[in-house]
T-cell receptor, first 116, second 114 residues
Framework: GAVVSQHPSWVICKSGTSVKIECRSL??????MFWYRQFPKQSLMLMATSNEGSKATYEQGVEKDKFLINHASLTLSTLTVTSAHPEDSSFYICSARARGRQETQYFGPGTRLLVL | AQSVTQLDSQVPVFEEAPVELRCNYSSSVSVYLFWYVQYPNQGLQLLLK??????LVKSINGFEAEFNKSQTSFHLRKPSVHISDTAEYFC????????????FGKGTLLTVNP
């Protein structure tokens, strides 16, 4: 149980284009989803927290107009990197917190983004 | 604010040897503690967690960790490692509250050599 999927697993795009990443909780309802960014050989940095049906809360230094987060249902959150640039290339990981097990986050497999 | 320190960035060991990955945290309130494992190019998998109760927690694949409040530590141990245990291990802490935000350590790369 507590499986989280991400799609796509990797994406290559041209500079200036927008990329959407989906995060789904497959066997539970996710009241809260989190989006992280991980640079090579580094730890995870929390970008934003999203609760179903409400606006995401962004961490300090994260541009909310560049990283659009939508949490439209209890099983789906999306992260859209708008007007991507090479410095946005990274490994993006989502996690989800289940109703009734709110102390634990379950992570997706990650999406590797390469912006050329 | 809370923080997590993983004292070793890399730990090389031989197969079947014991291993300890160290984790210390700082927090002014009670916390929940986690160890996650990340295999190359994959997301994080929950290895074990301490929420309350017994201070010794175990995973299904032989790892265990002990919560030591006085030393503010949550070290991860395994008495005999396998090649397949090679991975990055992250210690994380969160506190109660509406968001349960996780604060991660920088990770420890465990490399098990034959």
């Amino acid at each position: 149980g507590a499986v989280v999927s991400q799609h796509p697993s990797w994406v290559i795009c041209k500079s200036g284009t927008s990329v959407k990443i989906e995060c789904r909780s497959l066997d539970f309802q996710a009241t809260t989803m989190f989006w992280y960014r991980q640079f090579p050989k580094q730890s995870l940095m929390l970008m934003a927290t999203s609760n179903e049906g409400s606006k995401a809360t962004y961490e300090q230094g994260v541009e909310k107009d560049k990283f659009l987060i939508n949490h439209a249902s209890l099983t789906l959150s999306t992260l859209t990197v708008t007007s991507a640039h090479p410095e946005d290339s990274s490994f993006y990981i989502c996690s989800a917190r289940a109703r009734g097990r709110q102390e634990t986050q379950y992570f997706g497999p990650g999406t590797r983004l390469l912006v050329l | 604010a809370q923080s997590v320190t993983q004292l070793d960035s890399q730990v090389p060991v031989f197969e079947e040897a014991p291993v300890e990955l160290r984790c210390n945290y700082s927090s002014s309130v009670s916390v929940y503690l986690f160890w996650y494992v990340q295999y190359p190019n994959q997301g994080l998998q929950l290895l074990l967690k301490y929420l309350s109760g017994s201070t010794l927690v175990k995973s299904i694949n032989g790892f265990e960790a002990e919560f030591n409040k006085s030393q503010t530590s949550f070290h991860l141990r395994k008495p005999s490692v396998h090649i397949s245990d090679t991975a990055e291990y992250f210690c994380a802490v969160s506190r109660g509250g509406s968001n349960y935000k996780l604060t991660f350590g920088k990770g420890t790369l465990l490399t098990v050599n034959p």
